[in-house]
Nanobody, 118 residues
Framework: QVQLVESGGGLVQAGGSLSLSCRAS????????MGWYRQAPGKERELVAT???????NYAEFSEDRFTISRDNGKNTVYLQMNSLKPEDTGVYYC????????????WGQGTQVTVSS
């Protein structure tokens, strides 16, 4: 069973920066994709950014110029550096890990709150 433990997040003023990290414990062999999703109050969960074990990244339009996703495969950890934060970036950020080859394994973290004040 794979468990994802997130850290980081918190309260920051608009224009500031925050860094999130997520470590996967348990067995998640083979090609994987890890990433971040977020959910604002009253809205659906949406993609922020993902990165495969091979280093291929995918960003949402709102994040591609301000956020940077990276990972350390040896530590099974994915990071999200968020710069130039805006109040609309406020929400709960969830870590996700997905195995890309059978058998399918998908795991979610418990979520970490990011609040950007204006």
């Amino acid at each position: 069973q794979v468990q994802l433990v997130e850290s980081g997040g918190g309260l920051v003023q608009a224009g500031g920066s925050l860094s999130l990290s997520c470590r996967a414990s348990g067995s998640l062999p083979g090609a994987t994709r890890m990433g971040w999703y977020r959910q604002a109050p009253g809205k659906e969960r949406e993609l922020v950014a993902t990165i495969t074990s091979g280093g291929t990244t995918n960003y949402a339009e709102f994040s591609e110029d301000r956020f940077t996703i990276s990972r350390d495969n040896g530590k099974n950890t994915v990071y999200l550096q968020m710069n130039s934060l805006k109040p609309e970036d406020t929400g709960v950020y969830y870590c996700n890990a997905r195995r890309l080859v059978p058998p399918l394994i998908i795991a979610w973290g418990q979520g970490t709150q990011v609040t950007v004040s204006s």
